[in-house]
């Protein structure tokens, strides 16, 4: 048998694609276009989205021991916007902890990204996370845990400079005990723990190389005292948590005599307390102050004053509410805090007097006394801080250009004194009625001199071309007073309460400001003065009526 085969011609089709190479190039470069195109679409339809707005747009989450990218899609499925980020660079940043609560879209990235070495930025309906061009040189991160390996919820973290115990920066540690901390420079460190009720502890730290620091586990233990005789006594644990607040019980704490109110709030969990004395509560952007469930009207000033008179040994507890009720005015992203007084037992008189002498360039003092009575339905309290106060601050600078350089020199001297008064009123009708009423007054008296001095000078020949000399003087003198009156029935002694209140403030601030100018060159001189005039004031009253009616709709 014989078999014969014949090899077929490859077809023209074939043959022209195959090989021709021109055609073969095209059909890449074709298909390189399709996917450009494709993709050009995507982002195309990505960046039209729905116009929203991270500054008011909302998102709700929380999270507990989370990463960024986590957050970050819990973000995207609650909007429109896309992330934009590179993986590698974020995938260290984890660990967060956030509370349940609604947030605008910045505000939930400014608390992701804090102590972090990132910014971000808004581009049409795109987010994008990048590092920041002026990016923090160090992160410190660690943990506080007790004997147990328990977290320690909200201990205190300072660092210090080694070699001059100069504060860089103070942090609190989450609820699970976590706490990060961003440093500028390299050098020797040392970082203080402590928290409340339990031993304090210092750390030696040496920044190098490494630019993210994961401190091992930190442990803190009780504070104990060695007692020949123990008698056991049932107390409120430190801190409570209800619905709404957390509820730091003072009176179990160190904290519980000898210090003032200020000192109480600087080591209460989530209250921040400024060099100069003034409240924040952490991550909201204004903290109203209430005292036994009343607002304190009054301005940021006057709130530290009243309350640098109060002892902790009058402060049974202080509510820490992240999210005020709904019966109190909303003002924007707020938080409260209610400190609660003890029920005096000792009937009578109990005063205090306290001086703070400061010395800098110029020396500064404040003095505040406070005296108390109480019966068995009166109660009555008077409290007066003064606080003259001098500060100076001096600047120059020398600006250095082509052909001619700017010399300038500024010197302003600050002097003021404020005077606050505060007084309190309660009675009781009966078991279930009472009325009462607050008193608040404060006055300022402040002068700001402002001199400031530029010489122009020609580099050629070294010669002043013009001078410009200016002065001025700043008077102001605010005033403020606010009252109120309230009646408080407690209906059935079961829940059910009434509640009126009359509010009143009056505020005034007259000023002056004398503004002199001299501009002085080799052809002319020119002398130019302002002075400007105000006289601001405004009168507010008003009623609030609060009812608390709870009704049992079943009964076990």
């Known amino acids: 048998m014989k078999i014969s085969a014949m090899m077929r011609k490859t077809g023209a089709l074939y043959a022209l694609l195959t090989g021709n190479f021109l055609i073969r190039q095209l059909m890449r470069i074709s298909g390189i276009v399709t996917i450009i195109l494709l993709t050009t679409f995507q982002v195309l339809m990505a960046t039209s989205g729905k116009g929203q707005d991270m500054r008011n747009d909302k998102v709700t989450i929380g999270l507990k021991d989370d990463d960024l990218v986590t957050a970050l899609k819990r973000i995207e499925h609650q909007t429109s916007l896309r992330f934009y980020y590179r993986k590698a660079d974020i995938k260290a940043i984890n660990r967060l902890n956030m509370s349940v609560e609604t947030r605008t879209i910045e505000q939930t990235l400014n608390e992701l990204l804090n102590n972090t070495f990132f910014s971000f930025r808004q581009i049409d309906g795109n987010i994008l996370i990048e590092r920041s061009k002026q990016q923090t040189a160090y ?11 328990k977290a320690v919820a909200f201990a205190t973290i300072s660092i210090l400079k080694a070699d001059n115990n100069q504060k860089i920066q103070t942090s609190q540690a989450d609820t699970g005990g976590y706490f990060k901390l961003a440093i500028q420079e390299k050098g020797d460190y040392i970082i203080n723990i402590s928290a409340v009720s339990m031993d304090s502890l210092s750390v030696g730290l040496t920044l190098s190389e490494k630019a993210i620091v994961q401190l091992p586990d930190i442990i803190l233990a009780t504070v104990s005292t060695q007692l020949k005789q123990v008698t056991v006594v049932g107390k409120k644990p430190l801190i409570e948590y209800t619905i709404d607040r957390m509820v730091f019980n003072v009176e179990n704490s160190m904290l519980s005599t000898g210090v003032n109110a200020i000192d109480v709030l600087r080591e209460t969990p989530r209250i921040e307390v400024t060099d100069n004395g003034f409240i924040k509560m952490t991550g909201k952007n204004a903290l109203r102050v209430m005292i036994d469930g009343r607002i ?5 000033e006057d709130v530290k004053n009243k309350l640098s008179t109060l002892r902790s040994d009058d ?10 009720p709904s019966k109190y005015s909303a003002e924007g992203n707020s938080g409260m805090i209610n400190i609660i007084l003890k029920r005096n037992p000792s ?41 003259p106060t001098k500060n100076v601050n001096e600047q120059s600078t020398l600006y250095d250009f082509t052909g001619n350089s700017l010399n300038t020199s500024k010197n302003t001297v600050y002097n003021s004194n404020s005077l606050s008064f505060n007084g309190v009123l309660k009675y009781k009708l009966n078991s279930r009625m009472e009325i009462g009423g607050t008193l608040n007054y404060s006055y300022l008296n402040s002068t700001s ?11 050629a020949n070294n010669v002043v071309d013009s001078t410009v000399n200016s002065n001025s003087v700043f008077i102001q003198q605010p005033r403020a007073t606010a009252a109120s009156a309230y009646y408080d029935y407690n209906m059935d002694g079961k829940g059910k309460k009434m509640e009126l209140t009359y509010n009143y403030s009056l505020n005034t601030n007259s000023s002056t400001n004398n503004i002199n100018s001299l501009i002085a060159s080799n052809l002319s001189e020119k002398n130019n003065g302002i002075l400007n005039v105000a006289d601001n004031n405004y009168r507010i009253n008003s009623i609030f009526a609060d009812f608390e009616l709870p009704f049992h709709f079943a009964k076990n």
């Open 139 to 149: 992160a410190i991160e660690g943990r506080v845990v007790d004997v147990n390996h």
């Open 296 to 300: 304190l009207n009054l301005s940021d």
């Open 315 to 324: 402060i049974a507890r202080i509510e820490i509410i992240p999210i005020p």
């Open 347 to 387: 009937l009578g008189w109990k005063g205090s007097v306290n001086s703070t002498y400061i010395q800098r360039i110029y020396a500064s003092s404040s003095q505040s006394g406070n005296i108390n009575y109480q019966s068995k339905k009166l109660e009555a309290s008077v409290s007066v801080t003064n606080n």
């Open 449 to 459: 001199n402002y001199t400031a001095n530029s010489n122009y000078i020609k580099k």
